[in-house]
């Protein structure tokens, strides 16, 4: 399994709270991707933290106390490791079922194109559903698998999931799990992309947010 680094550093002088995202998978279907903080992190003037993942995803259902939008915390449900599909092997596939007002998931034959994991529902929940979320988790700084984007499927759907090694570090005040602007965050924050562009290929970036507030990302092979 590929491993990848993200040494943040802190120059802004002040102490800072960071929040840290993974961008939201492609879904298939038309549905509106939310995007949630991964984990939270106070670093102190001139310091600085690691995130370290590595290419291992999680199937995700979960549920929201109201209508998705930013501010709403997700509740986490439960959630698989899934296999991406790969030449001429599929990707893991899960059916989705709610069982008194929980979402649950259990892997069947797998179906899922190539660079996805497939989530398929039944006729569970009421239209419009603005209860249950399907989508992505990643294991966090703590050990705990965490959403991290995700979407309000319809009935009788099956949605491929299709991950990508993109990454958002922010100033935030916000909390785990809580689903945030995407443009906001992309606009203020540091973007580190192992998927593509300068970082394609790469394993190891630094994130320094400077006195102005502002972000500079660089990549690197590795560490030394």
């Known amino acids: 399994m590929n491993r990848y680094t993200i040494e943040v ?3 802004r002088g002040a102490n800072t709270n960071y929040a840290v995202m993974m961008d939201t998978p492609e879904f298939t279907g038309d549905q509106e991707p939310w995007l949630n903080v991964w984990y939270t992190m106070f670093i102190p003037f001139h310091g600085n933290f690691d995130v370290n993942t590595g290419d291992d ?7 929201v106390p109201t209508s998705p939008a930013p501010g709403v915390i997700v509740s986490s449900g439960m959630s698989l490791l899934a296999r991406l ?3 001429g092997v599929p990707g893991s596939t899960f059916e989705m079922q709610i069982i008194e007002s929980f979402p649950t998931i259990q892997e069947i034959e797998p179906s899922a194109t190539k660079g996805s994991y497939e989530v398929k529902t039944g006729t569970d929940f009421s239209i419009p559903n ?9 294991v966090n700084h703590r050990g705990q698998v965490s ?11 099956s949605i491929q999931v299709t991950p ?16 945030v602007d ?3 965050v992309e606009r203020d924050g540091a973007v580190i992309d192992f998927s593509g562009g300068e970082g394609a290929g790469k394993f190891y970036a630094t994130v320094t947010q400077g006195e102005d507030g502002r972000f500079t990302v660089e990549y690197f092979d590795s560490p030394d």
């Open 147 to 157: 959403p991290v984007g995700s979407v309000a499927p319809k009935n009788d759907q």
């Open 57 to 63: 995803f999680y199937a995700w259902v979960g549920t």
């Open 182 to 184: 995407r443009s906001a």
């Open 130 to 138: 603005n209860t249950y979320l399907v989508g992505l988790a990643k």
């Open 85 to 87: 599909g790969s030449e």
């Open 9 to 11: 550093e802190n120059q």
């Open 164 to 179: 990508k090694m993109r990454f958002f570090v922010a100033e935030s005040q916000q909390v785990p799990g809580e689903i």
